[in-house]
Antibody
Framework: QVQLVQSGAEVKKPGASVRVSCKVS????????MHWVRQTPGKGLEWMGN????????VYAQKFQGRVTMTADTSTDTAYMELSRLRSEDTAVYYC??????????WGQGTMVTISP | EIVLTQSPGTLSLSPGERATLSCRAS???????LAWYQQKPGQAPRLLIY???GRATGIPDRFSGSGSGTDFTLTISRLEPEDFAVYYC????????FGQGTKVEIK
């Protein structure tokens, strides 16, 4: 059974960077394409992009181009999402999710990132 | 980028009633790559429907999806208490976009 376990909550200052991790268990990361989705407080879901560990290909949503980097460490089956030049509007819950049998059918528990001066 | 517009924003219904949610795309969705998710407060979204009409594993048959091209519908035939939540549609091509969501609330 595939499970995604994310790192804990973060508090960052404006202008800083944050890195969120997503550890895969029950499967091998190289066989999964990892997506990242965020949800700002009281708002909807926003797809940020995805990373394919097998070939290193990334697809980023236009909104996050130049600020987001998605990577993976296949030796530990862990995916990472780093967002730089943080601003208050980046306060959100960040989810990793993957297409195991169907689109985004497996989700992590979410990581709250708070941007505060 | 395909823009998805969901309607209505909020649907107020009673348990046992039928819910009909709409998702309209700004351009045709190829291969019917349209999914629906349910989200409850404090939880990650859960996949309900993919390929416009295929039910994900473990999803009750009161949930059904239909549509093609630019117009898609999620129907909940008889609302159960646990179905009151927010529902999102998503296009899943090379890039992905979500609709803004429809909240189904108890009337």
């Amino acid at each position: 059974q595939v499970q995604l376990v994310q790192s804990g909550a973060e508090v960052k200052k404006p202008g800083a960077s944050v890195r969120v991790s997503c550890k895969v268990s029950g499967y091998t990361l190289t066989e999964l394409s990892m997506h990242w989705v965020r949800q700002t407080p009281g708002k909807g879901l926003e797809w940020m992009g995805n990373f394919d560990p097998e070939d290193g290909e990334t697809v980023y949503a236009q909104k996050f181009q130049g600020r987001v980097t998605m990577t993976a460490d296949t030796s530990t089956d862990t995916a990472y999402m780093e967002l730089s030049r943080l601003r208050s509007e980046d306060t959100a819950v960040y989810y990793c999710a993957t297409d195991r049998w169907a689109p985004l059918d497996i989700w992590g528990q979410g990581t709250m990132v708070t941007i505060s001066p | 980028e395909i823009v998805l517009t969901q309607s209505p924003g909020t649907l107020s219904l009673s348990p046992g009633e039928r819910a009909t949610l709409s998702c309209r795309a700004s351009q045709s969705v190829g291969n019917r790559y349209l999914a629906w998710y349910q989200q409850k407060p404090g939880q990650a979204p859960r996949l309900l429907i993919y390929g416009a009409s295929g039910r994900a594993t473990g999803i009750p048959d009161r949930f059904s999806g239909s549509g093609s091209g630019t117009d898609f519908t999620l129907t909940i035939s008889r609302l159960e208490p646990e179905d009151f939540a927010v529902y999102y549609c998503q296009h899943y091509g090379r890039s992905r976009t979500f609709g803004q969501g429809t909240k189904v609330e108890i009337k």
